[in-house]
T-cell receptor, first 112, second 113 residues
């Protein structure tokens, strides 16, 4: 089946630093989404991208849909302690918006 | 308040004892899915449903059953649980409209001994 790869697998950063993580696939996707999961909770949608080349921001978060439609990145600026969690990318596997495949996640730790 | 409600939140059971994890949503969403989350493997789809009485297998359907008799409910059934089904399970829903992501429940942590 379609697979998504995320890097890095985990990262430790100092509070205030910027963070960058990415997601790649061998298949083309028409939709990319980024989710965050806090400990003990379900994933929450952060940003959704629907067009190749699209750059979208949500507060301190910025995400881009790669031109090849096979990758996406997420940047977090000026990290704060509540940014801690697992970040998942997801792609719409059959282009009808109902069937998503998720990456394995990037675990972010923020040191004070 | 828009919600996806799963029950129970935690469950410890023994091998072979049938169990059901319930999922209910109040957003009138057409699509519902079940995912399992395991360390290093991310979220893997078990089953999904596009509407009442319409269900289909995801990536890891073996050992699971689902039903969609009503739009709001999508229970996950383990007829004969085994230890390899110990995992964190999430129900998720979304509207039919393409440009929406899934809304997830809070999860059910299942341990099969």
């Amino acid at each position: 089946g379609q697979q998504l790869n995320q890097s890095p697998q985990s990262m430790f950063i100092q509070e205030g630093e910027d963070v960058s993580m990415n997601c790649t696939s061998s298949s083309i996707f028409n939709t990319w989404l980024w989710y965050k999961q806090d400990p003990g909770e379900g994933p929450v949608l952060l940003i959704a991208l629907y067009k190749a080349g699209e750059l979208t921001s949500n507060g301190r978060l910025t995400a881009q849909f790669g031109i090849t439609r096979k990758d996406s990145f997420l940047n977090i600026s000026a990290s704060i302690p509540s940014d801690v969690g697992i970040y998942f990318c997801a792609g719409d596997r059959d282009n009808y918006g109902q069937n998503f495949v998720f990456g394995p996640g990037t675990r972010l730790s923020v040191l004070p | 308040e828009a919600q996806v409600t799963q029950n129970p939140r935690y469950l410890i059971t023994v091998t072979g004892k049938k169990l059901t994890v319930t999922c209910s949503q109040n957003m009138n969403h057409e699509y519902m899915s079940w995912y399992r989350q395991d360390p290093g493997l991310g979220l893997r789809q078990i089953y999904y449903s596009m509407n009442v009485e319409v269900t289909d297998k995801g990536d890891v359907p073996e050992g699971y059953k689902v039903s969609r008799k009503e739009k709001r409910n999508f229970p996950l059934i383990l007829e004969s649980p085994s230890p390899n089904q110990t995992s964190l399970y999430f129900c998720a829903t979304k509207p039919r409209t393409p440009h929406y992501g899934y809304t997830f429940g809070s999860g059910t942590r299942l341990t099969v001994v």
